[in-house]
């Protein structure tokens, strides 16, 4: 049996002794055991050393160690030329095959002479380097030969299986078969099985062991830096917290590990530029800067840092939020306070209205706070403490940064910062997607003279689109100032101003239904749509409304009906024009609206026919034309008169009958969309020119009044049927006292 000390040449230095390994050890264990000892030994060089089959000098050993690694990889063709060089690889064969079958090492070793032989190829190279050669040889060998016996198992295998083939084959063919399987694997040597899994399981524990020794020794300490600044020192990390992060210093958790920065940097001075750690050196800068050895790992390791730099990352500087505070002060145009807030509150129609909602005191709240949380984040420092100490939550910090307000400041930044007039508030027109009120104009809150409502109507916007230019073919042109006076007397008659949920708002809705007996109520409802559009509000018919067995109501076939959308300027309309307060309803409540009455005529027209196409109606059999009203007879009257119009008062109503009077009042048209009642004014008008007294009634006149009598047909019906014959009528009362002279004096014959 050949060891690995029969190995010896000059420049070998491999000590003499035999290691004895106990069973149990892993190769690689002995392997390092044996540098070791090799490396730490006193080294004699031998002259010469012996291998099995004859002695060799160095530097034919040299020669045949050249052949031996050549053979190894494959670059010699026929390995028996050479009797020694297959000497030299048996041998190394039989020790690697030794070591895998006992699990251990022999050697001896011998004590090499001082004397050195300058010609050598070792001559210049040390014991250390010869040694390590000799093994990294041996473990090529033993990698080859694992690989040999396998491509020969290999080959045996594929052989049987061959041949085992091949007898079945010829078994089938004289008609016999064999029930036994084969199975090629059980020919596979066992040895070479456990040898293979004994080495990969060796060589994986090596390289993690020596992956986990690398990353331990590698050093990753972090380098201070905030925000993209690298710091050199702990005073000059405190000089960037104090001039950008002021508002970090009331923060208790930033102030607790503030001691962790100042051990970062003490660690980093004693580390240096050293990029290796040796063992032992984690505990020693542990106990050195006073910190824990986890902790210390982890900064010198792993590459964490302080929690406050992992604060302040998330910080907001103070530069930072002064741009953002702007920003958001542009944002709310203008608001930068509490007071900003109550003036514009101030010059809004809704004031009253939203001081009194039940939401008003939150409001209120949520707005001061925005404001202390702002002035809190000017001097920067971390969004989430500074919400928790104000008790808001880190999601409606972020949405205050991000520009969505509380309600009371988003409201304020709508109102336009310019004073208005004194007298006059601001109002919208609209409020809006979600309750966000805009399009303000400016109104008085006390209408003292139609040159109030001049300015108001000159600052409107009519709607445009395809609905309005529909409207505009089909009812004509129209102006601002004829649009307001008309929705303001149907606001009046037909029309309902519905107070909207969102109250704070003070928003209403005009809502119209109208008798679908009548065929001109389509064209009064879209002519009101028209009208508002033509001063900036929507409205269109929305579904019928059928008539209910048990309501209140007349029977009736039903009503169409109409909505405008909910705007503040529906309740300025109905509280300062007309002065009908909230909560009151028209029917027992005179308007206030003397303005109307110096308003010029053709705007007092628009809104007496407003009034008229609602609640008013012509009788052609009575001959008189009537306003219906409860408690808004005098206003009635005095607007009339303005026209020349002569009326009295009758219960629930307002009539015309004088001949006149209904003459100017078919001249003037006081329906504009109520055709049947239209159409009724002016035939009225001209079975009026046609009246006669000097023409007497003749006998077929006479039979046919009777006949008409005689089946319940009124008076002032039967002076229509006349005129429908004969083209010329009388009065229903002429045509009652003549038949009643007549009637007297056949009784007296």
Known sequence: MLHLGQFVTEGDLVPATPLEVDDSDEPYRVRRKARKLADNSEHEQPAKGSVEGGDVSHEEFERITVSARRLLEGRECDPSTDRRREAVLSAFKSEVGQIHSSKGLHSS??????????ESVHATET??????????????????LLRMKAASNEADEESFRRS??????????????????????????????????????????????????????????????????KIGSFAEFNEIVDRDFPGARNNELFNRYTGDVEKHFRLRELVGTNDTLEKGDIARLAREIGKEFTTTKDWLVKGKWPKDYELLHGAISKSEAAEKIERLTEMNGGIRCMEDVRSRLANYYAAPEYQSSPNYQRDLQNAERYFRFLGIVREGGFVTEIGRTLGISEGQARRWLEGKPPWMIKLAACIPYEKPEEGYVWLPMTTGHKNSPNDFIQVPLDVRSYRDIETVVGKLKPLEGTP?????????????????????GVLLSDGHAHWAPDSNLAGSQLVMGLGRAYRWSLDYGDGTSYHLGMIGLHANRIGDQEYRLGSSAYPSKGSYRWQSENSPFITWMRRSCIGIPDGSRKTDTAVEANWILGAPENWRASFLRGICDGDGWASIPNQEIAIATACNSFFLKQLLSTFGITAHEAKWKVVVNARDSLDRATE?????????????????????????NSITINEEQQH???????KGMSWGRISEMIYDKYGYSWRYDVIMRRMGKLETMRRSK
Do not use: W
């Open 109 to 118: 070793c011998h004590e090499a002479d001082e004397a050195k032989e300058p």
């Open 127 to 144: 014991p250390r380097q010869v040694t390590r050669e000799r093994a990294e040889l041996i473990k090529e060998t033993d990698g080859h």
């Open 164 to 229: 085992r083939q091949q007898e079945q084959l010829e078994r089938t063919k004289i008609g016999t078969s064999d029930d036994k399987p084969t199975h090629p694997e059980t020919f596979q040597s066992k040895e070479v099985q456990r040898t293979e899994k004994r080495v990969a399981s060796d060589e994986s524990q090596l390289k993690e062991r020596e992956r986990h020794e690398r990353d331990l020794k590698r050093l990753r300490l972090y380098e201070p830096t905030i925000r993209g600044h």
């Open 468 to 488: 309005m230019n529909q409207f505009r073919e089909r009812f004509g042109p129209t102006d601002k100032a004829d649009s307001f006076m008309y929705s303001l």
């Open 668 to 692: 003037l048209g006081l329906f504009k969309y109520a055709e049947g009642r239209k159409s009724n004014l002016e035939k009225m008008g001209e079975i009026r020119k046609t009246f006669n």
């Open 704 to 710: 046919l009044i009777e006949n008409l009598r005689a």
